[in-house]
Nanobody
Framework: QVQLVESGGDLVQPGGSLRLSCAAS????????MGWYRQAPGKQRDMVAH???????NYADSVKGRFTISRENAKNTVYLQMNSLKPEDTAVYYC????????WGQGTQVTVSS
């Protein structure tokens, strides 16, 4: 089974940037795609971005042009670079396989507010 630990969330002003990290351990050889997801208060958890083992990426329309997902296979780590942050990006951010087969981690809180 895969274990996932997210980090990098913080309070940031609108227009600011953050970089989230996700470290994977366990049965990592089973991982194909990886994704970042987010859940705002009172809303469902949605996919933000995902990346294949070969590096192909896809993004939710709401973050296209602002967020970039990347992976460093040697470190079993996936990143989410978030630029031009907006208040509506406020949420708990989670990483998981894509599709999300692994148990969910604790997530990391991102708050965008002035």
């Amino acid at each position: 089974q895969v274990q996932l630990v997210e980090s990098g969330g913080d309070l940031v002003q609108p227009g600011g940037s953050l970089r989230l990290s996700c470290a994977a351990s366990g049965n990592i050889f089973s991982i194909r795609g990886m994704g970042w997801y987010r859940q705002a208060p009172g809303k469902q958890r949605d996919m933000v971005a995902h990346i294949t083992q070969g590096g192909s990426t896809n993004y939710a329309d709401s973050v296209k042009g602002r967020f970039t997902i990347s992976r460093e296979n040697a470190k079993n780590t996936v990143y989410l670079q978030m630029n031009s942050l907006k208040p509506e990006d406020t949420a708990v951010y989670y990483c998981n396989e894509y599709p999300p087969f692994a148990p969910w981690g604790q997530g990391t809180q991102v708050t965008v507010s002035s």
